[in-house]
């Protein structure tokens, strides 16, 4: 069967920007920014994602574009005669599966959220414990929480199954811009809300003794944990694009404008929420309940609080399902390629699959909620964990370890298929960093992921 290739640059780019562009872009980053002192996390988060992101991002790409192959396949193609390394493409399969066991009940969550402000059910003057009080009740209820993950499901499926370019490229092009459309506005507006610059200096300009005051090696570790995770390495989920790719460009170049482009929704997103949070007087460190409980309060206190609702809520959906659709893609192709699956099967199948793997996610907040699995979690928070923790970080290890030990396949040949094309190219005076530093700075993250 011919691979299928992105049918524009700007396809690749977007569709690649997409899977990185999720919930750790627009509700991790925020509430994790808020709770390290603002704008020195994001100091130390954009020098960790130059010197961590965009390297590892370059080598799932060219394992991908070497090879023309989703990951296990890929590292058979590339790895000499006798060696193991596709014993990880499996991994990488099981991490995709994983993230999607608990993402697309989040991305349902968006959803439910959208349709919740456009019906009405949050009204202007409500109190803090009834806009609380519609979290809660969504979570206690698995029939309406499955019934929102599995049109997140069903739908992410459906537009694969049209294939690479009438499918996923079609519809994240327009989901895509669709997105950057609504961030402007929304941040636009939260500049206009009285007392928003407390919100933007909070955020923009650095104050070393609020970092010193959360502890500056915190600091530092939450922006090095962030700068990675937010573009979902380790796991294949980039592999499989590098794999779509032509050989037109250099990879350091497109690796750079896919972060460009994450890291603007990533700050964007800080733009909607700090301004807005300040302005209103509620505090930015809130955690993962910024989203859910925090800003509705918000909206329900601002003149047309159901309207900037809606359209936050519908860019939050775009932003998670543009991820969804991308590792189903990733799903799809890994099963095509080893199984000889048509995509119509592929897709249908591996509905099936997900739909199932993704109920005890939706159980656990209700049926299950006594349930704990890893450290005390409930489900949701042990496959985050599984897949943050252990799989991101470890993956990204092995992809580095492979593209630059003579072990694998080595540095000469990742040089090589990273320069190919026209743009920014990698210096192989860098092979020391990639070598020896690089992987001492994911092991760090590894290892205090475990803690």
Known sequence: MERENFGSRLGFILVSAGCAIGIGNV???PYVAGQNGGAVFVLFYLLFLL??????????????????????????????????????GWFCALGCYLLMMYYTTVSGWMVSYFFRFVTGTFESGMDTEAVGGVFSALLADPVEMGIWMALTVFAGFFI????????????????????LVLIVVLAAHSFLLPGAGEGVSFYLMPDIGRAKEVGLWNVVTAAMNQSFFTLSLGIGAMEIFGSYMKKEHTLAGEAVRICALDTFVALMAGLIIF???????????????????TLPNVFVGMAGGRIWGALFFLFMTFASFSTVIAVFENLMA????????????AALLNCIFVLIASLPCVL???VWSDLHLIGGRDV???????VSNVL??????VYLLFCVTKWGWGFDHYLKESNTGTGLRISGKLKFYFQWILPVLILVILILGLR
Not at 55 to 84: D, F, H, N, W
Not at 334 to 345: A, N, P, T
Not at 380 to 386: C, H, I, P, Q
Not at 392 to 397: D, E, Q
């Open 27 to 29: 509700w991790r980053f």
């Open 380 to 386: 949701l928070d042990s496959e985050d964990f599984l």
């Open 275 to 293: 301004p807005a949070c300040f302005s209103f007087g509620v505090q930015p460190d809130a955690g993962p309940s910024l989203i859910f409980v």
């Open 364 to 366: 656990g907040y209700n």
């Open 334 to 345: 890994c099963c095509i390629d080893q199984f000889g699956w048509s995509r119509k099967r």
């Open 392 to 397: 991101l970080p470890g993956g990204s290890l």
């Open 51 to 88: 010197c961590m992101g965009v390297p590892v991002l370059t080598m799932e790409l060219a394992v991908g574009r070497a090879s023309g192959k989703s990951a296990v396949k890929a590292y058979s193609v590339l790895e000499k005669k006798g060696q193991k390394w596709h014993i990880h």
């Open 160 to 179: 694969c199954s049209f294939g690479l370019q009438n499918g996923l490229e079609r519809i994240t092009k327009w989901m895509m811009g669709a997105l």
